[in-house]
């Protein structure tokens, strides 16, 4: 009697677990996602953007798929947007079921798509202080600014104690006194610079020619950029500039999923001129940028001088 008791009892057992696993085979049969997958005559090559009219609809796969389903894209609207315009990494056979591995694993993979013809991308170096905390998102507008140092222009030398003859120009340097009585040379198209120099000399004739010289070498290499005297100024580069991405993220939603929320860089977009000025400007104020975030109606662009110690 004892024997067939235990016997029951296991064979319940036995039935009990084959009945479990069947039902959650049948339950992973009833049980499927939605995933998204491309038109069956449409391919997707390396780099080229994903758009809307690629894509078919969606297939459903069931959970027993495994591993395809969680490496496939879910059909749903927050996946959507993630994939609005991403390029693809890798090319994609036309009617497949997108993956993730099709992707770049980054968030700046449709970045090329997002910039406006005619402009460019350039990333700069930040801290969490030059992006304001790193409050500056993705689509935010900044004006950017930095510290760097100025030419400072050459000042005329001071006129010398002896004076020449009254009502007799004093000579230019470069060029022959002129002879009383005698009529001055055609005179040769002179440069801004000279001109300049000509009429101080006319003002002031007793002026030293050293000074004068040296005057003259200072204001051509001033024209040029070039000074031995310069000043530390603040100066803003660019107003309502659009921001592309910060690190690797492009959108908002992205940049908040970032572990921590920090980056060390953010990508704006500018004219190529504009990026020009920009290297330049990273160059003179060693690499450091601030960025001043924008209320996102306020696209007004103002003319503002620079900022130096005698004027604030």
């Known amino acids: 009697m004892n024997w067939k008791l235990i016997a029951a009892v296991i064979v319940g057992l036995i039935t009990g677990v084959l009945l479990y696993f069947w039902t959650e085979s049948v339950k992973n049969e009833q049980t499927a996602y939605a ?10 090559t390396r780099g080229q953007a994903i758009t809307p009219d690629m894509l078919a609809e969606p297939v459903m796969l069931p959970e027993s798929f495994g591993a395809l389903a969680k490496l496939a894209v879910p059909a749903a609207s927050a996946y959507q947007e993630w994939l609005k315009d991403r390029t693809a990494a890798s090319d994609i056979p036309a009617g ?8 770049d694993d980054t968030d700046g993979g ?18 969490a202080a030059a992006a304001v905390g790193h409050f500056v998102e993705p689509g935010s507008y900044v004006d950017i600014l930095g510290t760097v140092d100025e030419p400072v222009e050459p000042v005329a030398p001071a006129a010398a104690t002896q004076p020449g003859a009254p009502g007799q ?12 009585g005698q009529a001055p040379a055609t005179a040769q198209p002179q440069s801004p610079v000279e001109q300049m120099l000509k009429n101080y000399l006319t003002q002031y004739p007793g002026a030293d020619e050293n000074d004068v010289n040296a005057y003259r070498k200072q204001a051509q290499d001033y024209k040029l950029g070039i000074s031995s005297r310069t000043r530390v100024v603040t100066r803003t580069f660019l107003q309502n500039v659009k921001v592309l991405a910060v690190g690797a993220a492009t959108t908002a939603e992205g940049a908040v999923t970032k572990a921590n929320s920090t980056y060390n860089n953010v990508t704006v977009e500018v004219t190529p001129s504009e990026a020009e000025m920009l290297i330049f400007a990273m160059g003179q104020s060693n690499g450091s940028l601030n960025l001043v975030l924008r209320n996102p109606a306020d696209n007004t662009v103002e003319d503002l001088p620079s900022i130096n110690w005698t004027r604030m």
């Open 35 to 44: 995933f998204m997958r491309l038109q069956p005559d449409r391919k997707v």
């Open 96 to 103: 497949s079921v997108l993956l993730f591995q099709y992707f």
């Open 110 to 127: 449709r970045l090329t798509t997002m910039i406006a013809p005619g402009k460019r991308a350039l990333t700069l170096p930040v801290n």
């Open 169 to 180: 120009p004093a000579a230019v340097p470069g060029q022959p006194p002129a002879v009383p």
